[in-house]
C-alpha cells in the first residue's frame, strides 16, 4: 500500500515542482519517501510473528501457563540431547507484545531453553 501512496505522493509533487517552487516539492518528496520508510521498517518488525522453540523436560507447566494467559497453544515433538538425554520440544507462535509474556512463563521454568525466530513470510 505504502507504494501506491508513493506513487500518489509523486504525482502531486511532480505537480507542485512544475507549477509553485521546485526545491520545496524535491524537498518534501525526500522526507516523504524517508519518513514512509522508517515507518515500513518499523512496523514489519511489530506486525511479524515469532516463533518462540522452548526445550524442556517438563513442558506441562509451560503449556498449561501459555494456554491460559495468552490463549495460544503448542506443538509439542520429542526430542533428545546429547548431554540432558530426552527432552520435549514446544513450538508455539506469538506476536511481538505477547513475546515478553512468554518469555516470563519460560523463566519461571528453571533448566528449560529457548529461542526466537521471526517468520518473515506465512505462505498460505
Same mark, same amino acid.
Given at each position: 500500500?505504502?507504494?501506491?501512496?508513493?506513487?500518489?505522493?509523486?504525482?502531486?509533487?511532480?505537480?507542485?515542482?512544475?507549477?509553485?517552487?521546485?526545491?520545496?516539492?524535491?524537498?518534501?518528496?525526500?522526507?516523504?519517501?524517508?519518513?514512509?520508510?522508517?515507518?515500513?521498517?518499523?512496523?514489519?518488525?511489530?506486525?511479524?510473528?515469532?516463533?518462540?522453540? %522452548?526445550?524442556?523436560?517438563?513442558?506441562?507447566? +509451560?503449556?498449561?501457563?501459555?494456554?491460559? *494467559? &495468552?490463549? #495460544?497453544?503448542?506443538? $509439542? @515433538?520429542?526430542?533428545?540431547?546429547? %548431554?540432558?538425554?530426552?527432552?520435549?520440544?514446544? +513450538?508455539?507462535?506469538?506476536?511481538?507484545? *505477547? &513475546?515478553? #509474556?512468554?518469555?516470563? $512463563? @519460560?523463566?519461571?521454568?528453571?533448566?528449560?531453553?529457548?529461542?526466537?525466530?521471526?517468520?518473515?513470510?506465512?505462505?498460505?
Amino acid at each position: 500500500m505504502s507504494y501506491i501512496l508513493i506513487a500518489f505522493n509523486a504525482c502531486v509533487y511532480g505537480a507542485v515542482f512544475v507549477l509553485l517552487d521546485r526545491d520545496s516539492a524535491l524537498l518534501s518528496l525526500l522526507v516523504y519517501i524517508v519518513a514512509t520508510s522508517i515507518i515500513d521498517h518499523f512496523t514489519d518488525h511489530f506486525e511479524a510473528l515469532k516463533q518462540v522453540t %522452548i526445550i524442556t523436560k517438563d513442558p506441562d507447566a +509451560i503449556i498449561c501457563d501459555i494456554k491460559e *494467559e &495468552l490463549n #495460544k497453544t503448542c506443538t $509439542i @515433538i520429542n526430542s533428545s540431547g546429547v %548431554i540432558a538425554g530426552e527432552n520435549k520440544t514446544l +513450538i508455539c507462535y506469538v506476536n511481538y507484545f *505477547e &513475546l515478553q #509474556k512468554v518469555k516470563e $512463563i @519460560i523463566s519461571r521454568n528453571k533448566g528449560s531453553f529457548s529461542t526466537v525466530s521471526t517468520i518473515d513470510e506465512i505462505l498460505r
